[in-house]
Nanobody, 128 residues
Framework: VQLVESGGGLVQPGGSLRLSCAAS????????MSWVRQAPGKGLEWVSS????????YYADSVKGRFTISKDNAKNTLYLQMNSLKPEDTAVYYC??????????????????????WGQGTQVTVSS
């Protein structure tokens, strides 16, 4: 199993970035795919999820209206379009996968202990 993130970098406040996550080694369509971030000195924070088997999307309040999660099942790839970035969005962003069988309600998606697979992370820094 591999989850490989890319697209991170340094951006000014108000700018945009697009993260990608290439997945392999498991049945992509049977999982919820998520983005989880960790700011310096803080714990893991769930950001957004998408059900690869259907397309339903979910967002943390802190990013709603600014971030958009999407997927390409043909390429087994997950994306996160981040607009109107703020300094508080600075973090390492991880791609993670949780099997649909352990997700009973959308609230379960924010429980990072449920996740089966994780990527290595990509750094996003928002600073002038």
């Amino acid at each position: 199993v591999q989850l490989v993130e890319s697209g991170g970098g340094l951006v000014q406040p108000g700018g945009s970035l697009r993260l990608s996550c290439a997945a392999s080694g498991f049945t992509f369509s049977r999982y919820y795919m998520s983005w989880v971030r960790q700011a310096p000195g803080k714990g893991l924070e769930w950001v957004s999820s998408i059900y690869t088997g259907g397309g339903s999307t979910y967002y943390a309040d802190s990013v709603k209206g600014r971030f958009t999660i999407s997927k390409d099942n043909a390429k087994n790839t997950l994306y996160l379009q981040m607009n109107s970035l703020k300094p508080e969005d600075t973090a390492v962003y991880y791609c993670a996968a949780v099997h649909n069988i352990v997700v009973v309600t959308p609230t379960d998606l924010s429980d990072t202990r449920r996740y089966n697979y994780w990527g290595q992370g990509t750094q996003v820094t928002v600073s002038s």
